[in-house]
């Protein structure tokens, strides 16, 4: 529970159970910390307080309700961190995130993902059930279809990257990693990861990115244009949700080319003047629809392709939740997962 910033407490709470026949009661394996849960982290004022946290997990279902099929007790699942029906005219569209009759975890009296339990709403148009003869050792990549890997996907799917493409990544957190990731899966050969940290950037450099820029402002956009012969690149992907970095990718951008973010915007406006507009730049993003990604993204991380889970680099139990907020806020560690 958070009840303010910089205030996480682990608390008792009463057991879920079923409210609606389309619920499902999901105990939890694996959930995690995710950057934007950060920033309620450094400002959430205690008049808003306090509030379930955790909008990524997997785990076992335990009971279903009587309207749910194609879901059975036992069965290993994973939730995307919005939950929607999966069958109204949004969610056809691949656009769950906006569901007539979804919502939010931790929000309404739903319960949120950090704990040991979840009441899932819209179960059957929610959860993903995944194989039961996956891997174990997998459960850390298969998480991070919850938001993160779907995140990164969905950055460069919208910024249209393919094999034709030159990608800039802003941001070496979770999310860009990912959308280098992605980047590399959906065919891109040059991408320019933008970060300073070398353990995070080295790490970038193995899902596929082959040049890394340290350099920031100025010099960062001065460095990206000297290794696209001063044109930058096709397309963008920002990954940070600052002013600041909505500013580097359109300096980096290459006229004709694709901006795509999906950092969580901490900003009202953005730059787009007369000498924007004339570049015939194109400005998209989002948040994902994590749910219209998974079927797609879950054979690599089953058969071994991908491993998304390698941006966990610190495991707690959870009790530990609150010091797993300390450490990402103080970047200590680049992505937490809760292990319970």
């Known amino acids: 529970m958070m009840y303010a910033a910089g ?5 008792d709470i009463p057991d879920p159970t079923l409210h609606e026949p389309t ?19 450094a400002s959430m004022q205690a008049s808003d307080g306090p509030r379930p946290m955790g909008h990524e ?57 950090q704990g040991e339990a979840v009441r899932v709403p819209q179960a059957q148009g929610t959860l993903v059930k995944v ?10 990549s298969l998480l991070s279809l919850s938001d993160v890997f779907p995140t990164g996907h969905h ?19 979770a999310v860009g990693l990912c959308a280098v990731l992605a980047a590399r899966r959906l065919g891109a050969e040059r991408i320019i990861l933008m970060g300073r940290h070398t353990v995070r ?8 990115a082959t040049d890394v820029v340290a350099e920031r402002g100025e ?33 980096v951008v290459r ?25 015939n730049i194109t400005l998209t993003g989002g948040v994902a629809p994590a749910r219209a990604y998974i079927e797609e993204l879950l054979p690599d991380i089953l058969d071994g392709t991908l491993e998304p889970g390698r941006v966990f680099d610190r495991t707690v139990g959870l009790d530990g939740v609150p010091d797993g907020y300390r450490a990402m806020a103080n970047r200590e560690a680049l992505k937490v997962l809760v292990r319970l």
Not at 201 to 208: K, N
Not at 223 to 249: F, K
């Open 201 to 208: 950037t080295d790490l970038g450099r193995d899902f596929g």
């Open 155 to 173: 950055c460069a799917k919208k910024a249209g990257v393919n094999p034709r493409t030159t990608v800039t990544v802003i941001g070496d957190g």
């Open 57 to 113: 997990f997997l785990g076992v279902v335990e009971e279903v309700g009587a309207a749910v099929s194609g879901l059975h007790t036992g069965d290993l699942v994973v939730a995307p961190f919005i939950w929607a029906d999966n069958t109204c005219d949004f969610c056809a569209e691949g656009l769950q995130t906006s569901c007539r009759h979804g919502g939010n975890w931790g929000r309404d009296g739903v319960d949120g993902g």
């Open 255 to 279: 006229d004709g080319g694709v901006i795509s973010r999906v950092g969580a915007p901490q900003y009202t406006a953005i730059p787009m003047d007369f000498t924007v507009f004339r570049r």
């Open 7 to 11: 205030d996480v407490r682990i608390e």
């Open 131 to 140: 194989p039961a003869t996956a891997d174990r050792a997998l459960l850390a």
């Open 23 to 41: 619920d499902a009661l999901v105990r939890v394996l694996n959930a995690c910390i995710c950057g934007s849960d950060l920033w309620p982290y």
């Open 219 to 251: 010099a960062g956009v001065e460095r990206v244009r000297e290794l696209t012969g001063s044109d930058g690149t096709n397309t963008v992907l920002e990954c940070v949700g600052l002013l600041n970095a909505v500013e580097t990718a359109f300096a």
